[in-house]
């Protein structure tokens, strides 16, 4: 079967996953609501604003019709903000048939009721099957085809290996994960770790610190994952430790810059301005610290880094914290799913 794929966000993760299926072949539509954004992308075939110095191929058809762009295709790939994965789900849900596949793309939680992206969109649209890729991957790197490993889940083994197969290229290898909540946690989780980590490089610590934060932080994710039905072996792959490492190491990170910015005592309005794009990091920090105190799950680095973004906290005085809280064992932690009143 010939797929005609639409992707609904024109940032750089969009922009960038349009490129690499574009250049398989594959007939690719790319949406952005400003019909005059489009128009500038239609003249200069480059998107200067999220993904500059790439050149769009011309099998890439870019329009800012919604239900064109929709209607044309049989796989729908969600590539706008995790905040607006709701808004968007229904939009697109009046003009959807059943036979189209779903593949999100974006990495978060919904803060208001702290649902996993798949879950928000099979609220809006219940018919659809909905896949997740996630996994460590820039946009820079993939659109100049630079080697990158990702994961594809679902709840259908037969329709995430479609995908993985859709995806799949010499430069961008693709696993199938069947556990799909850790799959997501884990690309939500890593952003509130890697604001933590730029943090830390903001405050002029080294890389002892940031291997502690790294480490860390895994743990973190690890419990409220396992308490919220995940296999906790998910988080030592692609879309946990993986991502986890390419988020806090990475100058295209966003969540590490503006917690670079955090840490050099900058406020947090000025940094997500001149970033000018979504640090998914920011909300998830919310949604992770709030579902933390629901499912009883002691995770330190979130909820500091919660007192920093939404009560002003000191960030130094945050880390003096993490630093001289009770000594523990490590391999207890390890070994056994660790709570509070463990």
Known sequence: ?????????????????????????????????????????????????YLPGVLLPENILLTSDLEECITRSNIVILAVPSQKIREISKRISFCLKPSQILVNVAKGIENDTLLRMSEVIYQEIPYNEVIVLSGPSHAEEVAKNIPTTVVVTGKNKETTELIQDIFLSPTFRVYTNPDIIGVELGGALKNV????????????????????????????????GHAMGACVSTFAGLSGLGDLIVTCTSMHSRNRRAGIELGRGNKLENILKNIGMVVE?????????QLAQKYDIEMPITSELYQVLY?????KESVDTLMLRNKTNEMEQLTVPYYKNW
């Open 311 to 315: 009560h002003n906290k000191n960030a």
């Open 1 to 49: 079967m010939s797929h005609v794929i639409s992707i609904i966000g024109a940032g750089s993760w969009g922009t960038a996953l349009a490129i690499h299926l574009s250049k398989k072949g594959y007939q690719v539509y790319l949406w952005h609501r400003s019909e005059e954004f489009i128009k500038v992308l239609k003249y200069s075939r480059e998107n200067k604003k």
């Open 281 to 289: 990091g920011v909300a998830t920090t919310s949604a992770a610290y």
């Open 193 to 224: 770790i890697a604001l933590a980590a730029g943090v830390s490089d903001g405050l002029g610590y080294g890389d002892n610190s940031k291997a502690g934060l790294i480490t860390r932080g895994i743990v973190e994710i690890s419990r409220l």
